[in-house]
Nanobody, 123 residues
């Protein structure tokens, strides 16, 4: 059984940093997209960043390029999202998703989702 568990969220002032973690247990780690999404009430879910677990290519939403970095620790099956220069508009629930089955990384269908971790950035 695959389980994704996010952690690392919290409250921070604008300009600060947080690192989110997504531990993927039970996942066949090869050739997978693992992505971070975020969502605030009343808004559509937004793809933030993704990493391909084998070739380690990464892609980012324009809104976070240059500020966020997605990496993976293959040995621990953990994917991280380092978030720097945080802005109030980054406030959201952040979700980890794994194993893209169809579509684009930012709009497609994923087989597995975590429960989310809240990030709050104050001005």
């Amino acid at each position: 059984q695959v389980q994704l568990v996010e952690s690392g969220g919290g409250s921070v002032q604008a300009g600060g940093s947080l690192r989110l973690s997504c531990v993927a247990s039970g996942l066949a780690y090869r050739d997978k997209f693992i992505s971070w999404f975020r969502q605030t009430p009343g808004k559509e879910r937004e793809g933030v960043a993704t990493i391909h677990t084998t070739v380690r290519s990464t892609w980012y939403a324009d809104s976070v390029k240059g500020r966020f970095t997605i990496t993976q620790d293959k040995a621990k099956t953990t994917v991280y999202l380092q978030m720097n220069i945080l802005k109030p508009e980054d406030t959201a629930m952040y979700y980890c998703a794994a194993d893209l089955s169809s579509g684009t990384w930012y709009g497609g269908v994923y087989k597995y989702w975590g429960q989310g971790t809240q990030v709050t950035v104050s001005s």
